[in-house]
């Protein structure tokens, strides 16, 4: 394996290992700017921070009201109880994200090395 021969943002040398026959990493490859650039819309776009600002904000409420003496402490619990089954789909659904996510890298790295393997053979012949 070969280095990338992409330059960081603080002016050093890309360290991650690139299969032979290839310049860049994902993270240098000019030709893949426009897919990192809709990677990056798409986790910008993503609900789970929103979704988490307003599940902290509703515990918060239910907590200052139990402190206040506005909300009987009983339901406040079983809120609490509710926010954290809540908590736990957003972190599933992340974790489904994340993977779908991977997935289509692993296989748009599968395609990509399966172009490169027919480009090599077609060159032997």
Known sequence: ???????????GRCTLSVPPGVQWCFNHDPARAQERRRNASKAGKSTGGRETR????RI???VDA?????QDRGRAAVA???????????DL???VREQEEILE???????NLERKGAEGWQRQA
């Open 80 to 90: 609490i109880q509710g926010f954290n089954a809540l908590r736990g789909v957003i």
């Open 1 to 11: 394996m070969t280095r990338c021969q992409g330059i960081k943002r603080d002016g």
């Open 54 to 57: 307003g599940l902290k904000r």
């Open 105 to 111: 890298r692993i296989e748009a790295l599968e395609k």
């Open 60 to 62: 918060l409420e239910v």
């Open 66 to 70: 139990v402190l206040e003496g506005s």
């Open 93 to 95: 659904e992340l974790k």
